[in-house]
């Protein structure tokens, strides 16, 4: 299993689309290659709506979670997973 | 100094500040119709004061005109405190091929950043974080407020890339006000327009006018491009400045929308081809994201009005 401290890679801010799904695309490919993947989101003050739709809603994955998720970015994951799953 | 030749010319004298954008378009969007390849002067002697909206706006449509071969000669500031700030903005960076007239000369002002020009993912996300960085060089943020403005400065210059359709990209600008403890950002493109953009997606279908769109636009999940982006990044700065008793200002095509301590619509006479968001802030109170977030609920639309 990996644990990626997001606070680590980015600072405490994960902001814009395109840093986001950098972020998305090694997960995935940590995944593909058959591994279980942590991201660890202690230390993360807030993301964008931009960032957290590539990181939550496009990246419904089996043997992925999400630790320390505050409220606000919970709030937000679940926004956006419905969001894109709705198709709306 | 050259003497200006008879030849078509735009005057811009007083101040163009936030309230004044409509103005700004009156007397700076004449230029948008000037013949390619044709020379024009700006003149900007009887200017007291510009804004960062008015600014994006000025340094967008000149870029325009530049980049259809039109030749630029601009009159600085008969006002020295004027001038003094437009070359604190950098007002001339990106035009005059780089080669900046000695009136318009840059010192290195602190809290001061370029209007900044960006055309894809990577300068957007540059502008982004210069214009992030002067506001913070001015009144200090908190972690959270700074948070914010980097999300808001993000969004917005992402939707110039992802929707505008237009290669000459976007403009954008910040400004703070110690006295009366705010902060502008304005970004401007002359692309398609709200409406058009968000008629590229089948399923939005037909929008009556320039109004409705922007409207469309604020509501949480609209985007003309669904596959690729969430359609939360204007809904979620509407919010934010609604808690903080900001100001947020769309004008696209014929329409305006305001949100904010007075929230109003208008349709009107000029047309302005693109899009402009402003918006106006206090530094002094809360621009809380983790609180807007926790109000989305999945089932979330418009129940603010």
């Given at each position: 299993m990996t644990t990626i401290s997001l606070a680590e890679t980015c600072g405490p801010v994960i902001s814009g689309r395109s840093r986001a799904r950098e972020i998305r695309e090694d997960v995935e490919r940590r995944l593909d290659a058959g591994d279980d993947v942590v991201l660890d989101f202690g230390g993360i003050v807030t993301m964008s709506p931009s960032a957290g739709d590539e990181i939550f809603a496009k990246l419904q994955r089996e043997h992925l979670s999400f630790a320390n998720l505050s409220e606000g970015l919970q709030s937000l994951e679940n926004f956006v997973v419905a969001s894109r799953n709705s198709g709306a | 100094m050259a003497r200006l030749r008879r030849q078509f010319e735009i005057r811009l004298a007083g101040g163009y500040g936030f309230d004044h954008l409509e103005r700004a378009i009156r007397d700076i969007c004449p230029l948008m119709s000037h013949p390619a390849g044709e020379p024009f002067s700006v003149d900007l002697s009887g200017l007291a004061y510009i804004g960062p909206t008015a600014l994006s706006l000025l340094v967008g449509v000149i870029k325009e005109r530049e980049e259809e071969g039109c030749d630029c000669l601009i009159a600085p500031p008969k006002s020295e405190l004027t001038r003094n700030y437009l070359q604190r903005m950098d007002v001339t960076r990106h035009l005059f091929d780089g080669a900046i007239p000695e009136s318009f000369e840059r010192k290195a002002p602190v809290g001061f950043r370029p209007v900044q020009h960006f055309r894809d993912d990577t300068d957007y996300w540059v502008a982004a974080k210069e214009l992030s960085q002067a506001l913070y060089e001015r009144f200090s943020p908190d972690e959270m407020t700074s948070a914010a403005i980097r999300v808001c400065l993000d969004e917005l210059t992402e939707n110039v890339v992802q929707h505008a359709y237009t290669e000459l990209g976007g403009f954008a600008a910040a400004q703070s006000s110690t006295k009366r403890k705010t902060f502008e950002v304005a970004i401007v493109d002359l692309g398609v327009g709200v409406r058009e953009s968000l008629q590229r997606n089948p399923e939005i279908g037909e929008i009556a006018d320039d109004t409705k769109a922007i409207h469309r636009a604020l509501m949480p999940r609209v985007t003309s491009t669904p596959e690729r982006n969430s359609g939360i990044g204007l809904f979620v700065t509407r919010m934010l400045l609604q808690a903080n008793g900001g100001q947020l200002l769309v004008r696209s095509g014929?329409?305006?929308?305001?949100?904010?301590?007075?929230?109003?619509?208008?349709?009107?006479?000029?047309?302005?081809?693109?899009?402009?968001?402003?918006?106006?802030?206090?530094?002094?109170?809360p621009l809380d994201l983790d609180h807007v977030y926790s109000m989305l609920a999945p089932e979330t639309s418009d129940d603010d009005d």
């Open positions: - | 014929r329409g305006a929308v305001y949100h904010g301590a007075k929230k109003h619509e208008e349709v009107l006479e000029a047309s302005f081809p693109g899009t402009i968001v402003a918006i106006r802030a206090h530094y002094d109170r």
